[in-house]
């Protein structure tokens, strides 16, 4: 079983960053695939972005040329940089990580977006 604990979530204001972290507490080196969803208020938890083993990349439209995922293997972290951060990118954000067998998540940081 692994244990994925994220940190990094605050208030901050409309145009700001942060930087999300995603701490597996094992080895991520044979994570297929590592990810951040997003669950707001009233609606369903959707996709942020995702990194595979081979470091491809995979961004929901409404984020693209705003965030970057990138994972550091020798650390067992997966980070998450939002930029230019909009009232809209307020949620819970979770991280996920698959195998072929199994699927982690973590249990959620507040990200709030507000002036």
């Known amino acids: 079983q692994v244990q994925l604990v994220e940190s990094g979530g605050a208030l901050v204001q409309p145009g700001g960053s942060l930087r999300l972290s995603c701490a597996a507490s094992?080895?991520?080196?044979?994570?297929?695939?590592m990810g951040w969803y997003r669950q707001a208020p009233g609606k369903q938890r959707e996709l942020v972005a995702t990194?595979?083993?081979?470091?491809?990349?995979n961004y929901a439209d409404s984020v693209k040329g705003r965030f970057t995922i990138f994972r550091a293997n020798a650390k067992n972290t997966v980070y998450l940089q939002m930029n230019s951060l909009k009232p809209e990118d307020t949620a819970v954000y979770y991280c996920n990580a698959q195998t072929r067998t199994n699927d982690y998540w973590g249990q959620g940081t507040q990200v709030t977006v507000s002036s």
């Open positions: 094992a080895s991520i080196f044979n994570m297929d695939v």
């Open positions: 990194v595979t083993s081979a470091i491809s990349t």
